[in-house]
């Protein structure tokens, strides 16, 4: 099984909810990741764990709070989010952080916030 | 940044045709990979090249990495329609502290292929 698997596939909120989005994957992989991508712009990371716990926060607002319940599972919860915030938001995982990984990405939520 | 920055921005080809992508990035590297995205979908990996390498082949694939001048090409031979899709590389560092070597991607190449 080389999948990861991300739900919603689609989700749309408004500035006073509360969402989160979920990942799994059961390739027994130990790094863990969330992206967001914008329309006709690249992935950027947002957060990496690594073996259950947070290794990289690239300087996301807290309005973003990603969560590791174990090495299969990666949530990222939202509150009050804001409309520049829609975007596809991408998980991927790879075996660990070693330099020679690649990485396995799931299908993506999309998300708008209205 | 290590990021990649791809040209052209976007490819428009015949099926049969040979279609060529160049990424530049700026630091040095530990390797670079190239990943596929359909529109609006999850990224796939497809080849990684060491920094000691200079050729790799998979396949229709073939890329090429030149280190002196901080360049990768990704050659997708005899294309088909089914190659449509965005192309994205990716550099990832050299370990110099947490994070900095993470994989960076580039803008992405947009690749039609019309049948």
């Known amino acids: 099984d080389t999948e990861v698997t991300q739900t919603p596939k689609h989700l749309v909120m408004g500035m006073t909810n509360k969402k989160s989005l979920k990942c799994e994957q059961h390739?027994?992989?130990?790094?863990m990741y969330w992206y967001k991508q914008k329309a006709k712009k690249p992935p950027e990371l947002m957060f990496v764990?690594?073996?259950?716990?947070?290794?990289i926060n690239e300087s996301v607002p807290s309005r973003f709070s990603p969560e590791c319940p174990n090495s299969s599972l990666l949530n990222l919860h939202l509150h009050a989010l804001q409309p520049e915030d829609s975007a596809l938001y991408l998980c991927?995982?790879?075996?660990?952080?070693?330099?020679?990984?690649?990485?396995?990405f799931g299908s993506g939520t999309q998300l708008s916030v209205l | 940044s290590q990021q990649g920055e791809e040209d052209p921005q976007a490819l428009s080809i015949q099926e049969g045709e040979n279609a060529t992508m160049n990424c530049s990035y700026k630091t040095s590297i530990n390797n670079l990979q190239w990943y596929r995205q359909n529109s609006g979908r999850g990224l796939v990996h497809l080849i990684l090249?060491?920094?000691?390498?200079r050729e790799k082949h998979s396949g229709r694939l073939r890329v090429t990495l030149d280190t002196s001048k901080k360049s990768s090409s990704l050659l997708i031979t005899a294309s088909r329609a089914a190659d449509t899709a965005s192309y994205f590389c990716a550099a990832r560092g050299t370990y110099s502290g947490a994070g900095s070597y993470q994989l960076t991607f580039g803008k992405g190449t947009k690749l039609s292929v019309i049948p």
């Open positions: 764990y690594s073996y259950e716990k947070l290794s």
């Open positions: 991927a995982s790879s075996q660990d952080q070693g330099n020679k990984e690649k990485l396995f």
């Open positions: 090249i060491r920094s000691n390498e």
């Open positions: 390739m027994g992989h130990r790094a």
